[in-house]
């Protein structure tokens, strides 16, 4: 660049200097008033050959272009009108039994269960600066299995502040900053297992067997299911009706069960759980310092047997195994134990 000493500044020579000076404007510098002289392509000031030069002219302004469109894309988000367009969506035929496994960070899962025949993967971007996630997202169908996986972030890939970043897998725990929501569509019946850290998983419909592994997400399944596995550390857990089998672990999150499975058992920290029974069947409640309530369905026998060290314990059920009507094999058997959170345990009104 060309220095100027205050006996060569004039119009004329500021003119020439910047001439012969880098275009600061072409590399999306200081920009400059229309009176001032035009501006050359930094790649004829530097004399590189034509085709290279040609290149470069190119290459500077399809940035300058996509810069321009990214900020006109991010206003059009802010103003609420562009959110649609940040979608990838993916459709199979299973042939029978569906089993689907869906991985994420902290994205949510919604998965919705229907008479449809067909699958559908929806994939969306919460903002337009996470649109590039979606072309990295792996959703595969083996059609001979009828197992369908989806990976937000597959193998080797993580989410920074900084935005993706390829290298070794790191911990399971690791908190991605960023992260795409999965919607699943599926036919009734389908058995899923759902692995996530932060995000939140929501199940509807009748669905097979489900686990569902989460670290702070809560977790809600709003209808029925044949089976249904979860862990989580202090995400809630709100499940409707549970035919065989109600697995549940938890941290700090509460725990809310509309109907009890055959056999059922809840191991909770310091989360509330309550629990209602309407069929015979053995349930099993261990917690530390929350608060247990379950209300039995009228007409069942009940064989309660209930300890805490600290917490009250309360029944309004007579406990001689006779329910009203009952018989022999209409009998739920319920087993609590707590340190400080109180029991109690009522028929249903």
């Not at 590189?48 to 059009?76: C, G, L, Y």
């Amino acid at each position: 660049m060309r220095y100027l000493d205050p006996s060569y500044a004039s119009a004329a020579s500021y003119q020439s200097a910047r001439h012969e000076s880098l275009n600061f404007e072409s590399c999306g510098g200081e920009r400059h008033s229309s009176d001032d002289v035009p501006t050359r392509p930094l790649a004829q000031i530097m004399q590189f050959p034509t085709k290279v030069a040609q290149w470069i002219t190119v290459t500077i302004h399809r940035k300058e272009n996509q810069m321009t469109n990214e900020h006109e894309a991010s206003i059009k988000g802010a103003s609420g009108h562009s959110s649609a367009d940040a979608a990838r969506v993916e459709s199979f035929s299973p042939t029978g039994p569906l089993w689907a496994e869906i991985h994420t960070k902290c994205g949510d899962v919604v998965v919705r269960a229907s008479d449809r025949k067909d699958l559908k993967v929806t994939l969306s971007a919460s903002s337009s600066k996470n649109t590039y996630l979606l072309e990295h997202a792996d959703v595969t169908f083996d059609a001979t299995n009828n197992v369908l996986n989806v990976h937000t972030l597959p193998g080797g890939l993580s989410v920074s502040s900084r935005g993706l970043r390829v290298g070794p897998s790191k911990s399971w725990f690791d908190f991605g900053s960023s992260d795409i929501d999965v919607l699943l569509e599926v036919p009734q019946g389908t058995s899923l297992g759902v692995a996530t850290i932060s995000g939140d998983t929501s199940l509807h419909g009748s669905l097979g067997s489900v686990k569902v592994k989460s670290v702070s997400g809560d977790v809600v399944a709003r209808d029925s299911a044949d089976s249904f596995d979860v862990q989580t550390a202090s995400g809630d857990v709100n499940s409707g009706h549970v035919k065989t089998s109600l697995k549940c672990k938890s941290a700090s999150g509460d725990v809310v069960c509309l109907s009890a499975a055959a056999k059922t058992e809840i191991f909770s920290a310091s989360g509330n759980v309550v629990l209602s029974a309407d069929r015979p069947g053995k349930i099993i409640v261990r917690n530390v310092s929350g608060d247990v309530s379950v209300h039995v369905a009228r007409g069942l026998a009940v064989d309660i047997s209930g300890d805490s060290v600290s917490g009250d314990m309360g029944s309004n059920i007579d406990l001689d195994a006779k329910g009203d009507g009952a018989g022999e094999n209409e009998v739920i058997v319920i087993k609590v134990t707590t340190v400080s959170g109180d029991i109690r345990i009522d028929k249903a009104s």
